[in-house]
């Protein structure tokens, strides 16, 4: 079956570096996402890209964040300087079309920020 | 409006039980209606989905309950098995003019052997 690959599975980092998440959606699927998830918190949207550019981000997506899909692939979300508040799961997720169309979830990128 | 409130927190059940999970939204535009199963160490997988213009919907032992006057919806699991111990989501959305879920906060099933 497939399925939405994600790394690293786990990053520490220091706060105020720069981080990258890199996902590989599945391979005739045309949405990403980014989601994340807090510690015992729920799933909360961060932003979707569509056609190489952005279609809908959330409150949450600030300066601080950016994605891209470099090269047809793979699907970055670059956290520029992050803060303790960035800790968290990220969740890539990719779908064949938006709204109702099946969400398939990678395993997530699990970032610390100490 | 956003928002998609879900309970209980967690629940224990016996194995052969029903599990019921309880969500509520606000949006009367939500049209859309899915329930995700997270395993530990795992993404949310898309487990069952509703639109709003049936009132229920089964798929093997598990089966949501739509309420549209209510705005309510849930999810129930028949014979509950151990294996049916994770996280359950629900979330709501659009077919169309969105690309985002609204979650809800999730719920700690575990079923005792």
């Known amino acids: 079956e497939p399925e939405v690959t994600q790394t690293p599975s786990h990053q520490v980092t220091q706060m105020g570096q720069e981080v990258i998440l890199r996902c590989v959606p599945i391979?005739?699927?045309?949405?990403f996402y980014w989601y994340r998830q807090i510690l015992g918190q729920k799933v909360e949207f961060l932003v979707s890209f569509y056609n190489n550019e952005i279609s809908e981000k959330s409150e949450i997506f600030d300066d601080q964040f950016s994605v891209e899909r470099p090269d047809g692939s793979n699907f970055t979300l670059k956290i520029r300087s992050t803060k303790l508040e960035d800790s968290a799961m990220y969740f890539c997720?990719?779908?064949w079309g938006p709204g109702a169309n099946v969400l398939t979830f990678g395993a997530g990128s699990r970032l610390t920020v100490l | 409006q956003q928002q998609v409130k879900q309970s209980p927190q967690s629940l224990i059940v016996q194995k052969g039980g029903i599990s019921i999970i309880n969500c509520a939204y606000e949006n009367t535009a939500f049209d859309y209606f899915p329930w995700y199963q997270q395993f530990p160490g795992k993404g949310p997988a898309l487990l069952i989905a509703?639109?709003?213009?049936?009132s229920e919907k089964k798929e093997g032992r598990f089966t949501i309950s739509f309420n549209k006057s209510a705005k309510q919806f849930s999810l129930h699991i028949m014979d509950s098995q151990p294996g049916d111990s994770a996280t359950y989501f629900c979330a709501a959305s659009r077919v169309a003019g969105t690309y985002k879920y609204i979650f809800g906060t999730g719920t700690r099933l575990k079923v005792l052997a």
């Open positions: 391979s005739n699927h045309l949405y």
């Open positions: 509703i639109r709003p213009d049936v």
């Open positions: 997720a990719s779908s």
